[in-house]
């Protein structure tokens, strides 16, 4: 025989021995896991570390060289002179590595000259290419092997590290210049890495010894924590035990014995015991009545009906109670005494009532309608109550009653109410049945129809668009809105009666009759007619026609629309499109439309630039006409960069034609939507070739005149002759001096002419479309959906900004054709007068102006081109400190020897200094239109007219606090 076990020592003995088991399992994997994860972050610290900083002095390396391009490209300067000032900004330039130390530049001749290096100013200028490191390796040497890599490369080193004063490790990032025959290079310190990377590998290891001792405390927490729970599990199960005992001792549930013998359990045997006897206790007399009340309630609680189980015997002995007090007749007694009907209904006992009841009346519960059956009741209900009662008096035990009742929440119900007594009349107890219909869909139904009937009548009579209803059969005008009548002119009797449709449609009445036929069968059609008017004028209409049921006969329900202005201001718009398609074609300057960088359309001017058709071109990758993946990669980037800053981009490349032939070109490109690209890019391409070799001719021109005066004068000291053929030959040089500043006078005409034609042809088409839309706007404005409105509105918003951009554009050109005159100007005059044209914004955003002009001050400027270069800056100073609460625009200036300084100073939003030099160029911007209003057009026109003045502009700045700029102005 097996031993008796107990249930609650098993299940407690598992669950801890599981628990523990688990929590020890995962600690260790935690564990493991978190040490893979110290040891892989620790290898590849010093490869990451390393990686990041090639790539900072990289990048920085590259911008030098970038930066070199763009002076060579915007100055005028000679090389050399040239040359010596990029050399002054590569001094000034510092960056900092990943390990926040300074970061510097450094310029070699190919020859090995020292040309530039802050850490060793002291050999700038000496000849490195013999000069060893202390492992005994050409520095230069190294160098140059690297430079004949074509994009730059590596070279680890010693050298002199003055933050330690001692000879460390370096890497550095080389890179050729071929042009100048220099290589730049930057660097980073292998020491100052070993010590980052120490420091970081010591916080690891911190880290770690953390997470080791958070997971002992946390597991040594859970296991007592799932020690008690299990304890208190246990407990539990033993009295939930006990409870089913009890149970099982109190009542029987079934006649099928159970084997005590199968238990294994002491528990079980004890509630298998309990619930043998509870079973013998049980009787099978009460088997068929169970069924036949579960019939019962089955049918009451799910019949589709409301239906009520109520009790009306205490309302009878009342009312009998009543009769004999009164001695009159329920009828009179309820007449002369409505409080007794009252007190009746409060007597009825609800006993039961089923689900569709509750989903009826609206009640979350039976409970909440068991008790007075008067909460149902509306005055309407109390009536049919009334007659019910009288008809259960006078033993009438079925009655069909329509009443109006309410729920619970208060909605009226239109219902069908039926009686029927269970009990036989003299019982003690009587039980009624009540069901009710409701009615309520079928009342909504009759009640919808009759309001939709007086919405169409309302519709059709209020409606500003001319309605007609028409018998297809005969063309019979059978009914028309007071809006037809107005327009056509006939009185509402003339036009049912005499006016049929085909005295209005001017159509072929063949083609009327099929129509009519076309819009019976097919239900809904639209059709474009001319309808005549009474005074015998035509107008252009558009016509839905519908098929509608009236009497079970179809007629067609027409609305009709008078779109005789809107056919005129299509043409226009067509016309006006044309305009734009014309201007498209004769542009002299190539113009084009991609998507994706793919050509969608393009103009004949482009196609004769680059030798290619139309068909050629369009759908196939611009790639095509550059001459390289790279330099279609650079302009495809730098031009969107432009485009998602200030929503354009003007970037110069070289374009390759058919044939092969290289072009010089200048390309402007905008979005169609900014919000989209996807949607299109149009772009304009100039061919400035010409202009280009012009310009470098003229300067092979100037260099061969220098060298060969330098000639010449050394040839004068020897022979007089030759200094007779130096004048010859300097004669000659001077004609063709002139004759190539003739040229560069026609190429800045041509430049002139364009300008003029962008500024008119282009400007018109503008306003053109700008009164097109307002006419839309003003004109059928109610009839274009919100958004063709939001369209039209950018459309004007484009169309303004694209002006105000041809405006700064043409400024910007006529600051280098205008003459500069220098007179005596008084500084703070041209201030003043500058501040009161803005007073009015400074007033309104409260800015404090603050002067630190001296009173005698005076300078020698072009006074026209001064006050357009502090225009500018007051008005940057504005729109850059409007968000601050508090703005302060400081105004100064003071003087030299050999210069006058001017400078503004606001506290508004600063810029990084990075961004220095990009400031001043055309169309660069660092904030998006949307923060900021501008064309970025606008400090380009300050530094030209700075330059004009013979002098110079910088800024300094810091972000979030303010911006100063400086103006240099040369005395001499």
Not at 303 to 322: K, R, V
């Amino acid at each position: 025989m097996q031993s008796d076990r107990s249930i609650k020592k098993l299940y407690f003995i598992i669950l801890i021995s599981i628990s523990y088991l688990g929590i020890g399992i995962l600690g260790v994997v935690s564990i493991k896991s978190q040490y893979s994860i110290f040891l892989r972050e620790t290898n590849n610290l010093r490869t990451e570390y390393i990686a990041s900083q090639k790539t900072i002095v990289k990048t920085e390396v590259e911008r030098a060289l970038d930066f070199i391009e763009y002076m060579r490209s915007a100055s005028i300067l000679p090389e050399k002179e040239l040359q010596k000032e990029i050399l002054e900004w590569f001094s000034n330039i510092r960056f900092q590595n990943r390990g926040n130390e300074p970061g510097i530049l450094f310029a070699r001749s190919y020859e090995g000259i020292l040309l530039m290096s802050v850490s060793t100013k002291e050999l700038v200028g000496e000849d490195l290419s013999l000069m060893l490191d202390p492992d005994g390796i050409n520095t230069h040497q190294l160098f140059m092997e690297t430079v004949k890599e074509p994009e730059g490369g590596y070279a680890q080193y010693s050298w002199y590290n003055p933050s330690v004063q001692a000879v460390g490790n370096k890497i550095s990032f080389i890179k050729a210049y071929p042009d100048w025959h220099w290589y730049i290079g930057a660097g980073f310190w292998l020491d100052d890495i070993n010590s980052v990377l120490d420091q970081k590998t010591l916080e690891l290891k911190h880290h770690f010894s953390k997470y080791m001792i958070l997971i002992f405390i946390t597991m040594l927490i859970l296991l007592i924590i799932i020690y008690i729970c299990v304890l208190y599990i246990s407990k539990r199960l033993d009295e939930s035990f006990s409870g089913l005992a009890s149970f099982f001792q109190k009542a029987s549930l079934g006649s099928t014995k159970l084997d005590i013998e199968t238990i294994n359990f002491t528990e079980f045997k004890q509630l298998g015991t309990l619930a043998n006897q509870m079973m013998e206790e049980r009787q099978n007399a009460d088997e068929m009545l169970q069924i036949s009340n579960k019939r019962f309630q089955n049918l009451f609680d799910n019949a589709p009906i409301s239906l009520w189980e109520e009790d009306f015997t205490d309302l009878l002995i009342y009312l009998n109670e009543q009769l004999d007090l009164y001695k009159t007749t329920p009828e009179i007694l309820f007449e002369e005494h409505p409080e007794i009907l009252i007190n009746c209904s409060d007597l009825v006992k609800v006993i039961d009532v089923n689900k569709q009841t509750l989903k009826l009346f609206e009640a979350k519960s039976k409970e909440e309608l068991l008790g007075k059956l008067s909460q149902t009741f509306t005055d309407d209900s109390i009536q049919a109550f009334k007659k019910s009662v009288i008809s259960f008096y006078n033993q009438n035990p079925n009655i069909i009653i329509e009443a109006k009742n309410k729920s619970l929440k208060g909605k009226e119900l239109d219902v069908l109410i039926s009686w029927s007594c269970l009990s036989k009349p003299g019982e003690e107890v009587q039980r009624v049945i009540v069901s009710l219909y409701d009615t309520s869909e079928i009342r909504t139904i009759e009640n919808e129809l009759k309001e939709s009937e007086m919405r169409f009548r309302a519709i059709f009579e209020n409606n500003h668009f001319v309605m007609l209803l028409i018998n297809p059969e005969n063309g019979q005008i059978i009914d028309a809105n007071p809006a037809a009548l107005n327009f056509y002119g006939y009185s509402y009797n003339k036009f049912i009666t005499e006016i049929r449709i085909q005295d209005i449609n001017i159509s072929d009445p063949s083609e009327i009759k099929n129509n009519l036929k076309k819009a019976t069968i097919e239900g809904k059609v639209f059709f474009n007619f001319k309808h005549k008017l009474s005074d015998g004028t035509t107008r252009d209409v558009e016509v839905y026609s519908g098929k509608i049921l009236i009497n079970k006969q179809e007629f067609l329900f027409s609305i009709i629309h008078d779109v005789t202005e809107k056919q005129k201001a299509k043409l226009e718009l067509e016309l006006s499109k044309n305009k734009l398609e014309s201007i498209f074609r004769a542009a002299p300057t190539g113009i084009g439309v991609v998507s994706n960088r793919i050509f969608t359309e393009v103009n004949q001017t482009f196609c004769d630039m680059t030798g290619y058709s139309a068909q050629e071109l369009i759908g196939k990758e611009s790639r095509m006409i550059y001459p390289s993946q790279e330099e279609f990669e650079r302009v495809g980037i730098e031009k969107y960069e432009q485009i998602q800053e200030k929503g354009t981009g003007t970037i110069e490349t070289k374009l390759q034609k058919k044939n092969g032939q290289l072009l010089d070109v200048l390309m402007s490109s905008t979005p169609m939507d900014m919000d989209d690209l996807n949607l299109g890019v149009t772009f304009t391409a100039l061919d400035i070739t010409q202009e280009k070799k012009n310009l470098n001719e003229l300067e092979k021109y100037r260099y061969h005149l220098e060298e060969l005066v330098k000639k010449r004068t050394n040839e004068l000291e020897s022979s007089q002759n030759a200094l007779l053929k130096l004048v010859d030959d300097l004669n000659k040089q001077s004609e063709k001096l002139d004759i190539a500043n003739r040229k560069l006078i026609d190429i800045n005409h041509e430049l002139e002419t364009f300008s003029y034609s962008v500024s008119h042809d282009l400007k018109a088409p503008l306003r053109g479309i700008d009164g097109y839309s307002q006419l839309l706007l003003e004109d059928y404005y109610k009839e274009l959906s919100p958004e063709a409105q939001e369209f039209l509105k950018n459309i004007q918003k484009g169309t303004l900004q694209m002006n105000t951009l041809i405006e700064d554009l043409l400024a910007y050109s006529r600051i280098e054709r205008q003459d500069f005159h220098s007179n005596q100007v008084k500084f703070k005059s041209i201030v003043d007068d500058l501040l009161q044209f803005y007073s009015g914004i400074i007033k309104s955003q409260k800015i404090k102006i603050k002067f630190s002009i001296p009173k005698s001050f005076n300078l020698v400027a072009d006074q026209e081109a001064l006050k357009l270069v502090m225009r500018n800056l007051i008005d940057n100073a504005i729109k850059f400190s409007a968000q601050k609460k508090e703005t302060q625009i400081e105004i100064g200036a003071k003087e030299n020897d050999r210069h006058w300084i001017l400078f503004i100073k606001d506290n508004g939003i600063g810029f990084n200094m990075k961004y220095h030099d990009r400031i001043f160029k055309i169309f660069q911007r660092l904030h998006l239109p949307e923060d900021y209003e501008g064309t970025g057009v606008g400090l380009a026109i300050v530094s030209k007219a700075v330059t004009r003045m013979n002098g110079r502009i910088w800024a300094e700045s810091v972000p979030n606090e303010g911006t100063c700029f400086y103006i240099e102005i040369n005395k001499t």
